[in-house]
Antibody, heavy 116, light 108 residues
């Protein structure tokens, strides 16, 4: 069974760093792109970027380029989304999803709350 | 960048109704369009890919059509489990994917 399991909810202060994870199982992790999607409270879905764990080829939406870093460790079938300095406006649910076109499997989401 | 719009933004319907949601792209995206369903507190679920292909396990009451710039998602007979928000997503642009703003289907 294909599964993407994300790390748990986080509460951080502005200026802090954060790295959240997405662990794939039940398929060849290195053969499928993994994307990240943001959903701010009460809002729609925003595509952030995507990585191919096989060779770490990474692409970003222009809206998120320079704001976050996407990475992957294929040895443990895990993709990451990280921030070096969080802002209150980063408060959102973040989803990982498999697929370089339509996304057929999704993680359960990681809620990130940034508040002083 | 390709912009996506959806109409209506909210749709009130009853069980058994035929429901149609429209998605428009700012430029041609061929058939590179997907539809997702999202329920409160849950991750989105893929319903339709490549404009009209039904994802495995999705009930046949869901169907998609269109190409170019105009697309529709149709639910032939609305069921209680279908009250949710629906998003379209284009994947024509090389890794510059865009979601529509969503259509909430609620109970009339």
């Amino acid at each position: 069974e294909v599964q993407l399991v994300q790390s748990g909810a986080e509460v951080k202060k502005p200026g802090e760093s954060l790295k959240i994870s997405c662990k794939g199982s039940g398929y060849s992790f290195t053969s499928y792109w993994i994307g990240w999607v943001r959903q701010m409270p009460g809002k729609g879905l925003e595509w952030m970027g995507i990585i191919y764990p096989g060779d770490s080829d990474t692409r970003y939406s222009p809206s998120f380029q320079g704001q976050v870093t996407i990475s992957a460790d294929k040895s443990i079938s895990t993709a990451y989304l990280q921030w070096s300095s969080l802002k209150a406006s980063d408060t959102a649910m973040y989803y990982c999803a498999r697929g370089q076109q339509s996304a057929d499997y999704w993680g359960q989401g990681t809620l990130v709350t940034v508040s002083s | 960048d390709i912009q996506m719009t959806q109409s209506p933004s909210t749709l009130s319907a009853s069980v058994g109704d035929r429901v149609t949601i429209t998605c428009r792209a700012s430029q041609s995206i061929s058939s590179w369009l997907a539809w997702y369903q999202q329920k409160p507190g849950k991750a989105p679920k893929l319903l339709i890919y490549k404009a009209s292909s039904l994802e495995s396990g999705v009930p046949s009451r869901f169907s998609g059509s269109g190409s170019g710039t105009e697309f529709t998602l149709t639910i032939s007979s609305l069921q209680p489990d279908d009250f949710a928000t629906y998003y379209c997503q284009q994947y024509n642009s090389y890794f510059l994917f865009t979601f529509g703003p969503g259509t909430k289907v609620d109970i009339k």
